[in-house]
């Protein structure tokens, strides 16, 4: 079967997110054969040919922005990928014969997709995560390609995968030019294949832009900003008349995230889809609430049933303002960042920062024994060395043992010219704790 979903959303600094989900099930051949009428043939001899339990590719242009466009959701942090293309595999082959297959893959990869994937064919450039990335039984590899150029090479293959392309449905929307000018874009190709379950093939395409205020009406911030009504129109260059036929349900969802809710609760008015704030041009078939884990506080999810719409009834959903507005999205408890320390590139400290935002204050208790716990993944390359005994740790200024905060440390040193350095650690923070700094010497 095949499914088909868009989430748009109005974003704190003027911009707007749009984010499409496609999601193709093939299941088992033993049970029903293979038929390729709705999955895409060519993911099912990719992973039959490689014996691959799950894959995750993923071609992205631009630097997600974590303080204005969300850090904790679960839109950003499944979907938020670093530049390039990132590749990771799990097969379900004995370890002996996992690297060469993994070579195998990404050439076919490679011309699939048009792009340089079979880069990552060399030893140099992948690596075989142990936990650190994802739990795996040591039949996963890693490999990225964060100077790779994405362009719409890349996206013609990934849509000539969907069993309406982009001539009918949702797909229908991604008009190129309005992509490739965003601020952020990513698509992501998931997929897991079992024995009992089949093959379920999800495809995502995250986009961040820029409404067009020059036909979209403007409202003046108190901040003196700009805050642009939009629509799918504006956003697209074109309206929505009808979905794909195949699909078994298709959907198109507007969320108001909970800083808009709130400001909607001050003023006295009813998280409506037409209040004091905000009115949406189209009224909705559905309205949801979404509980956050954190402040257990909701934001509101209008959903459009594209059943209901055709070329002579096309659906343009969009958000007008009535008042200026100044919101913030939801942040993570924690804030992590990498810099290098020193001068020059020759040598120096990679340095790593966990700042507290003050969220968790609000989760956790005060007692000695509360710890947080994270996960550190970091791959370097063959050329450069680094010395994993120099290790440092500095909790809110004061320097600490080692053994009180890394909890589990597992370490692949480079090899000239043969592999990159892995190092893998576990953290455990106590919850009291506001800053967290992490450093290691190195030379190339």
């Known amino acids: 079967e095949f499914t ?15 984010h499409f989900h496609f999601r193709s099930s093939a299941p088992p051949a033993s049970a029903a054969g293979r038929h390729h009428h709705l999955f895409p043939k060519a993911i099912s001899q990719l992973v039959q040919k490689f014996h691959i339990s799950e894959l995750e590719l993923s071609f992205t242009q631009g630097r997600w922005n974590y303080e204005q466009w969300g850090g904790y ?31 195998n893959l990404t050439h076919t990869l490679s011309g699939l997709f048009c792009a340089s994937i079979n880069f990552l064919e060399s030893s140099t450039a992948f690596s075989a995560p142990r936990w650190g ?75 961040v832009l820029q409404p067009n205020t020059v036909s979209g009406k403007q409202l003046h911030s108190t901040g003196g900003q700009l805050q642009p009504s939009w629509s799918m129109e504006h956003l697209f260059s074109k309206k929505l008349s009808g ?22 609760d001050k003023a006295g008015s009813d998280v409506s889809s037409n209040n004091d704030l905000f009115v949406l041009s189209t009224a909705p078939d559905r ?41 913030s999205c939801t942040r993570a408890p924690y804030h992590a ?30 007692s000695n024994d509360c710890s947080i716990k994270a996960v550190v993944f970091q791959v370097v390359p063959w050329y450069v060395k680094v010395y994993y005994h120099s290790l440092e740790v500095f909790i809110d200024g004061n320097s600490k043992a080692i053994s009180e905060v890394v909890d589990k440390i597992h370490v692949t040193p480079s090899e000239d010219k043969l592999l990159p350095g892995t190092m893998e650690m576990l953290l455990k923070f106590p919850c009291s704790m506001q800053l967290a700094t992490l450093t290691l010497d190195f030379d190339k």
């Open 337 to 366: 960042s990498r810099f290098l320390m020193g001068s020059g590139n020759e040598r120096g400290s990679i340095a790593m920062s966990f700042l507290s935002t003050g969220l968790d204050k609000q989760l956790v208790d005060s």
């Open 4 to 18: 088909e979903e868009l989430l748009l959303r109005p974003l704190p600094d003027r911009k707007a997110l749009a």
């Open 133 to 207: 990335f994802k739990l795996n039984e040591g039949n996963l590899r890693y490999g990225a390609l964060p100077r790779e150029a994405v362009c719409t090479e890349n996206l013609t293959p990934w849509l000539k995968l969907l069993p309406c392309r982009d001539k009918a449905g949702i797909a229908s929307l991604l008009y190129r030019p309005s992509v490739y000018k965003g601020y952020y874009h990513s698509q992501k190709l998931k997929l897991k294949s079992s024995q009992s379950l089949g093959i379920i093939l999800d495809q995502t395409l995250t986009v």
């Open 243 to 264: 979905k794909c036929l195949v699909s078994k349900s298709s959907r198109v969802f507007v969320e108001i995230e909970k800083g808009i809710v709130d400001n909607v």
């Open 287 to 327: 309205s949801l609430k979404e509980l956050d884990n954190l402040e257990v506080q909701s934001s509101s999810l209008y959903e459009y049933d594209v059943n209901n719409y055709n070329s002579d009834k096309p659906l343009n959903v969009g958000i007008t303002w009535k008042l200026p507005l100044i919101w």
């Open 73 to 103: 959701d679960p839109m950003s942090t499944n979907n938020a990928k670093p530049p390039g293309v990132e590749l990771w595999a799990i097969f379900d082959l004995p370890l002996a014969e996992i690297d060469a297959t993994w070579k």
